[in-house]
């Protein structure tokens, strides 16, 4: 069974405090593993997706790497409004995702 | 862009009713939508698959009967909650993916919010 974990549960950052998040993963097979960031009575907004073990991507202030266990999410001197929940999903099965419970994050001005 | 729409956004009704949620992709044509449950402070837990022209197709233990899912178009697909109790209160979520099955990531509506008296 397809297994997704996220850690830490939540974080707290000051304006600027750089912090990574971590996802853990068990999978048989990994076609892919997303990330996405979901606002309070939201649904889900993409960010990334990432294929294989050293892949790379940036957008602004995050970064996202992968290795062949697990996945972190990078945030570089966050600002307030990039408090959110950031969650980890894989595909392994025929496009279905497989959710992490989420790290909760709140930057502070 | 790639959007989702999700309607309604919320919901109240007395246990019993029938609720019907709709899902539209507003700018693409999705061939397969996935239908999502949150519960408060929990991840999304994919409930069902549906397919364009076909039979939706069920994770373990949601009851199809239960929850009844179409998808009569390649923009639309409705998830209807027949005769809701309490404990069927939960934040419905929506996704679709972008043209045909791929390695594409899956872009989500805004949810539904259904409580049910």
């Known amino acids: 069974e397809d297994q997704v974990t996220q850690s830490p549960e939540a974080l707290r950052l000051q304006e600027g405090e750089s912090s990574s998040l971590n996802c853990s993963y068990t999978?048989?097979?990994?076609?892919?593993l997303f990330w996405y960031r979901q606002d309070p009575g939201k649904g889900p907004e993409f960010l990334f997706t990432?294929?294989?073990a050293g892949e790379e991507k940036e957008k602004e202030r995050l970064k996202a790497t992968l290795t062949k266990k697990e996945s972190f999410l990078h945030i570089t001197a966050p600002k307030p409004e990039d408090s959110a929940t950031y969650l980890c999903a894989v595909d392994a099965n025929d496009y279905k995702l497989s959710f992490g419970a989420g790290t909760t994050v709140t930057v502070r001005a | 862009g790639a959007v989702v729409s999700q309607h309604p956004s919320w919901v109240i009704c007395k246990s019993g009713t029938s609720v019907k949620i709709e899902c539209r992709s507003l700018d693409f044509q999705a061939t397969t939508m996935f239908w999502y449950r949150q519960f408060p402070k929990q991840s999304l837990m994919l409930m069902a698959t549906s397919n364009e022209g076909s039979k939706a197709t069920y994770e373990q233990g949601v009851e199809k009967d239960k929850f009844l899912i179409n998808h009569a178009s390649l923009t639309l697909s409705t998830l209807t909650v027949t005769s809701a109790h309490p404990e069927d209160s939960s934040f419905y979520i929506c996704s679709a993916l972008k043209g045909a099955r791929s390695n594409q990531p899956q872009h989500f509506g805004d949810g539904t919010r259904l409580s049910i008296l």
């Open positions: 990432l294929y294989s």
């Open positions: 999978v048989s097979g990994l076609r892919g």
